[in-house]
């Protein structure tokens, strides 16, 4: 699977970045108290479909639905139900689609009505990490250094970080190398190069990084119960700043 | 969608018994690893010099689940990488022991 995208192909992945960023524009309108969750991947169906793209979710290893939406305690993969949003809820919202042959991932935490200033911190420092972890995102840099990154916004405001997922290559397939875990050195993994393509997104929780597959097989949830938060974007290595494409 | 579980390329270093066996992983640490199952069924082979994929719990990074052989092209791409990153660090060694004999004598 080639790492480094041909110009084609990463003209395509911005194009996907930009209709799948129209998709959440849709997606932060809609959510409120009492909407469903079921209302929400619907008509994240529907966007994605009227955009000319394919729900890349959907069907992928017997995934049910066209996004992820988790609410509170869980952190990722959580499947689409009749839960209607109340005050004081968090929910991240993950989507991917594809456009021609190629795909891109991003995922978005939001607030119902009021939360505590600690739910707002969590949200705020999620989005931060993964913004400090695209800065470090440059060719030369390892993959180890956006993992750095990213841990030293959660260790700064004690935060959990979920070190059982990671981010990971993207572009031609939903999920390719390298990885790229939450926690990590400056000189670990793979050395970036221009032309590739990753998803980067920190997961931080309330309380401990530990997390448990719920029955269902898909939802995961933090073993301690406490809130998590998740922000996602589908960026281009270059040999100057990155590239976030799903802006 | 998040991608599960920690995977590292290695090379197999030494093999211990009950298809156990010692990996050295691209960042230089070493590994016990025992073969999953899949490659046990499918009589795949995994013999010292392979280059193979790790898959690891972040809640144990000494111990690991061999679920790859790497292909021929992988594995001498990856040899490569090796030798060049070696060479790296002998070459800057080097460098720091002309340094510190340079500073001694002035």
């Given at each position: 699977?080639?790492?480094i995208?041909?110009?084609?192909?990463?003209d395509?992945?911005?194009?996907?970045g930009?209709?799948?960023a129209?998709?959440?524009?849709?997606?932060k309108?809609l959510?409120n108290?009492?909407?469903?969750?079921?209302e929400i991947?619907?008509?994240?169906a529907?966007?994605?479909?009227?955009?000319?793209?394919?729900?890349?979710?959907?069907n992928?290893?017997?995934?049910?639905?066209?996004?992820?939406?988790?609410?509170?305690?869980?952190?990722?993969?959580?499947i689409?139900n009749?839960?209607?949003?109340?005050?004081?809820?968090?929910?991240?919202?993950?989507?991917?689609?594809?456009?021609k042959?190629v795909c891109?991932?991003?995922?978005?935490?939001?607030?119902?009505?009021?939360?505590d200033?600690?739910?707002?911190?969590?949200?705020?420092?999620?989005?931060?990490?993964?913004?400090?972890?695209?800065?470090?995102?440059?060719?030369?840099?390892h993959?180890g250094?956006?993992?750095?990154?990213?841990e030293?916004?959660?260790?700064?405001?004690?935060?959990?970080?979920?070190?059982?997922?990671?981010?990971?290559?993207?572009?031609?397939?939903?999920?390719?190398?390298?990885?790229?875990?939450?926690?990590?050195k400056?000189?670990?993994?793979?050395?970036l190069?221009?032309?590739?393509?990753l998803?980067?997104?920190?997961m931080?929780t309330l309380?401990?990084?530990?997390?448990?597959?719920l029955p269902d097989?898909?939802?995961?949830?933090?073993?301690?119960?406490?809130?998590?938060?998740?922000?996602?974007?589908?960026?281009?290595?270059?040999?100057?700043?990155?590239?976030?494409?799903?802006? | 969608?998040?991608?599960?579980?920690?995977?590292?390329?290695?090379?197999?270093?030494?093999?211990?018994?009950s298809a156990?066996?010692?990996?050295?992983?691209?960042n230089?640490?070493?590994?016990?690893?025992r073969?999953?199952?899949k490659?046990?069924?499918?009589?795949?082979?995994?013999?010292?010099?392979?280059?193979?994929?790790?898959?690891?719990?972040?809640?144990?990074?000494?111990?690991g689940?061999?679920?790859?052989?790497l292909?021929?092209?992988?594995?001498?791409?990856?040899?490569?990488?090796?030798?060049?990153?070696?060479?790296?660090?002998?070459?800057n060694?080097?460098?720091?022991?002309?340094?510190i004999?340079?500073?001694?004598?002035?």
């Open positions: 699977m080639g790492l995208k041909t110009e084609r192909q990463l395509d992945i911005k194009i996907a930009k209709r799948l129209t998709v959440f524009k849709l997606v309108d959510v108290i009492s909407v469903s969750l079921e991947d619907n008509a994240v529907q966007k994605i479909k009227d955009l000319d793209c394919k729900a890349s979710f959907l992928y290893e017997g995934y049910p639905k066209s996004s992820c939406i988790s609410v509170n305690e869980q952190v990722i993969h959580a689409p009749d839960y209607k949003l109340k005050d004081g809820d968090i929910l991240t919202v993950d989507i991917g689609l594809w456009y042959k891109v991932d991003g995922a978005h935490t939001y607030f119902i009505g009021k939360v200033k600690r739910v707002e911190d969590l949200i705020i420092y999620t989005n931060e990490a993964l913004m400090e972890g695209i800065k470090k995102a440059k060719a030369g840099n993959v250094a956006i993992s750095q990154a990213i030293s916004v959660a260790v700064q405001h004690n935060l959990g970080i979920v070190r059982n997922y990671t981010g990971h290559g993207v572009g031609l397939a939903v999920h390719e190398k390298p990885s790229i875990p939450n926690i990590g400056n000189g670990d993994g793979m050395i190069k221009p032309g590739m393509v998803a980067i997104e920190p931080f309380g401990g990084g530990e997390v448990i597959t097989g898909w939802t995961v949830v933090t073993a301690d119960n406490s809130m998590a938060a998740q922000f996602e974007h589908t960026i281009i290595i270059t040999n100057g700043n990155p590239i976030i494409t799903t802006k | 969608m998040a991608k599960s579980e920690i995977r590292f390329d290695g090379e197999v270093i030494e093999a211990k018994p156990m066996f010692d990996v050295e992983l691209e230089g640490s070493i590994i016990i690893a073969i999953a199952g490659l046990r069924i499918n009589y795949i082979r995994i013999t010292p010099g392979d280059w193979v994929t790790v898959e690891m719990s972040p809640y144990d990074l000494t111990k689940r061999i679920i790859k052989r292909s021929e092209s992988d594995s001498k791409r990856m040899s490569k990488d090796k030798r060049n990153r070696l060479r790296e660090i002998e070459k060694r080097k460098k720091e022991n002309i340094e004999t340079q500073n001694n004598e002035s």
